[in-house]
Structures are given as C-alpha cells and as structure tokens.
C-alpha cells in the first residue's frame, strides 16, 4: 500500500473512531453494545449518553441510552446529557410495583387487613405497567424542559446570582435539542423509546426464515410529518401560517428542548434579549399564542421476545444518508462478519442470513473508479441535489470489525468510495456542515 493510501486509511479511522465505545452487557439482556459520532459543527451539538446499566427501585437492573441532537448551539443538548437520565430514574423510582392477588392474600394472612383495605391500598400505589412508565417518561421529558424555561426566566431576576452563573441558563435555553431514550427491561424484555425531534431508532429482528425485518421504533416529529403538522395547527388555529415552508416559525423540527424563543412571550424574550444580548426575540405579531414547540415525547413500547435483535438510534445526520432497513442490513453484514471467538465473546447465537441477501452476493471492497471523478468538481451537483451523497450499496465497504457503529459512520459517509469517503470528512467546521450534519449513532445487540 502506498504511502498516501496509508495516511488517507489512519486519518479516516481516527475520525471516524475518536469518540467510540463498545460495552458488553449480557448480566442485562444486551449483549454488546457499540457507538461512535462524528463532528461537523465545532463543537460537536450531539451529545449521548453510553448503552448502560440504569438500576431502578431496590433489586432491578434496566438498560438506558440516549442520542440528543442540538441545534442554535450544542449547551441544550450538553445540558440534557448530564440531566434527563437523572430525572427519569427519579420519575421511575416512585412508581409502585402493584401485587399479585397471591400477595395480597399472603399480605392479609399476616397482617389480619381486610381484602378491602389492602384492595385499597393497592389502588392508592401508581402501578408499574406499560401505561405508566409511559406517562413517567412523558413527564421526566415535560418537567426538564420546563426547568430550563422557568429557571431562566427566574434567574433574571436573582440579584444574588452572578451575571456569569446566569449566562449559562440563557445558553440553555436559547439553544435547542431533540432527545432520544431507549429503556431496555431485562425481566419482561421490553424495549421504551421515547422520542422528542427528529433522530431515530429502528429495530432490526431476524424472523424463522433467515431475513431481517426492520421496523422504526420512533417517528420522526419533522415537519414532514403530518400527524405533527396537524397538532401544531390544531393548536394554533388562528395562526394560517403558523407552519410555512417546512418550518414551524422558522424552525425545522415540530418539539424539541429548550429553544426559548418558540415558548416564551413576547415580552419575556424582548426583555431577557436585552439583559443578555441573545436574541431580540420575534415581533408580538408573530408569536400571539406561545408556546409553538413541546418537548412531551411519544412513547411507544415494544417486546422483543426471543428472536435475535439489533435496536440502531442515530441523530438524523446520519438517517439522512441511510434508511432504516440499509440500517439494518450493515449491522447484519458486519454481525456475519465476525469471527467465531468474536461470536462467542458477544454471546450471540445467529443463523445466516439467506443467499439472496445482497451482501453474501456481491465482493465487496475498495473499487477503482475510473480516472478523473473530483468530490470537487461534484460539489454544485451536491448543492443542487443532482448529485446523490445517500449511502448506495455499491459503495458498501466491510472494514471496521471491532466496532459496528463506526462501520455505519464510514459507510454513510462514503464508504469505499475513497474520494468521496476523503471530500466527505475532508472539510471541517463550518464549512463541513454544507457537506454533512453531526452524527451520533449506538447500536445494541440483542
């Protein structure tokens, strides 16, 4: 291999694996577990919190991950990765277990209770069913957002608080994040995910004939979405245009944290704008019906059971180059690619896909393309969308063996494609962000 190729290889995987990660955490129901992101803005707005063990109530283990895209700034995002699984768990914590009738009746035998008083007490304890821990979440996500709101808006007016100490909840709250969580229960092999924005989670599960099926978890809650274009006027049914080009009041994504501009008066962002010098806020006639965006999350719940399963969440940097069953087909790839000893380290026990799957069909590797393609040449075809940056699977390349969420990154970004791999990752911050958004993908293995 020549020198320059070699250079061109270490400097992609550097990228490309600079904040990666794998865990094994089988005691818990997954197996492995793998991340990586890739910057564009500088800093990086993405944050996430590792695949990791959330002990709950006094004797059980569940497994917890986010992925949070900012925007307007990356401290919303920051500020989420340090707090929401905090307020989740303690939101969790307060639900009861509700007994078995089994219990109950043990627990009157030797209390001498009445069945009416322990029906009674039964009914006063919040249950741990899917209904509840949904509307837990719901809350932990509502209740977050609203502290950055509320709290900003109260340090204003603290005399006390120093005015450096006060610029951080300002750069809170005027920046903006989507959220995304993923509860695993090991007992009951339920999976949570509670989405807020625009970044995804897709399950991939191997049915009794050998393929793969993938389902998204989430919804993307863009302005692409109907269901969110709906609720959005719904809400504001006096306001025509209050969702126009795509956008709601400018802004590309239906909920999301923070962004205190879409979810304040009209006089509390001309007044805070001038304490702080963000910005001055939008003109009362624009905004006659705050707040414009929610940060309530939709909950959907799913049981995994027994079939071998992969679960991907990703900020939408890296869905806007790869859809979700392309997804699920590179973590297959590179799960077949393993080696046995690997297999076994992971605890993962997979019947082949079948022959016709695509990748067992074709070579894959580095292509030679013919002499003169120029990633620069390209780029106005880029700008005018004529030229397509979407993963293709011709360009599919199996490198990344010790980590499945980098081979993902690389192959959105190019994959073996080496020019188009090197003018993907060659433009940095901010002039990448023409080129690329933040991606932050995890995948955990089942």
Request: charged share 30%.
């Amino acid at each position: 291999m020549s020198s320059d190729l070699q250079d061109f290889g270490d400097d992609v995987a550097r990228m490309l694996s600079q904040d990666a990660y794998s865990v094994f955490l089988d005691a818990t129901g997954v197996k492995r577990a793998d991340g990586a992101r890739l910057p564009s803005n500088f800093p990086s707005e993405d944050r996430f919190n590792r695949v990791q063990p959330l002990p709950l109530w006094e004797s059980e283990t569940w497994v917890a991950a986010t992925v949070f895209d900012g925007h307007s700034g990356w401290q919303a995002a920051d500020h989420l990765e340090k707090e929401l699984l905090k307020v989740v768990k303690r939101k969790l914590n307060k639900l009861q277990l509700e007994p078995r009738d089994e219990e109950i009746h043990n627990e009157q035998q030797d209390n001498k209770k009445t069945q009416e008083d322990l029906q009674k007490e039964k009914r006063d304890k919040e249950s741990r069913d899917d209904e509840k821990i949904q509307e837990a979440i719901k809350q932990s996500f509502t209740e977050l957002d609203g502290s950055i709101i509320n709290d900003f808006i109260a340090c204003a007016h603290n005399e006390k608080m120093a005015f450096k100490d006060k610029v951080t909840y300002a750069q809170i709250a005027n920046s903006g994040s989507c959220a995304l969580l993923i509860l695993y229960d090991p007992v009951t092999k339920t999976l949570y995910t509670a989405c807020t924005g625009d970044s995804r989670a897709v399950l991939g599960q191997q049915e009794s004939d050998g393929n793969w099926l993938p389902q998204a978890l989430s919804e993307d809650q863009s302005l692409d979405n109907e269901a969110e274009v709906a609720r959005i006027r719904a809400a504001h049914k006096e306001e025509p245009d209050v969702v126009k080009d795509g956008a709601v009041l400018g802004l590309r994504v239906a909920r999301a944290f923070g962004n205190f501009r879409w979810k304040a008066s009209h006089d509390a962002q001309h007044k805070l704008g001038r304490i702080f010098t963000t910005s001055k806020g939008m003109e009362e006639k624009e905004i006659p019906s705050p707040p414009y965006l929610i940060a309530e999350p939709v909950v959907t719940v799913r049981k995994l059971g027994d079939k071998p399963s992969i679960v991907i969440l990703a900020t939408d940097g890296f869905w806007d180059s790869v859809d979700n069953g392309e997804g699920v087909d590179l973590v297959v790839m590179w799960l077949e690619a393993q080696l046995e000893s690997s297999m076994e380290e992971m605890k993962m026990k997979l019947r082949m896909a079948p022959p016709t799957s695509w990748w067992r069909s074709k070579t894959l590797g580095q292509i030679e393309y013919a002499p003169g393609f120029d990633f620069s040449s390209r780029f106005h075809e880029i700008m005018e969308c004529r030229f397509d940056m979407r993963y293709n699977y011709t360009r599919t390349i199996l490198k990344d063996l010790d980590n499945v969420a980098v081979h993902l990154l690389r192959n959105a970004c190019g994959g073996n494609h080496r020019e188009f791999l090197e003018g993907s990752l060659a433009y940095q911050a901010p002039f990448s962000r023409n080129i690329r958004d933040d991606m932050t993908v995890q995948v955990l293995l089942f």
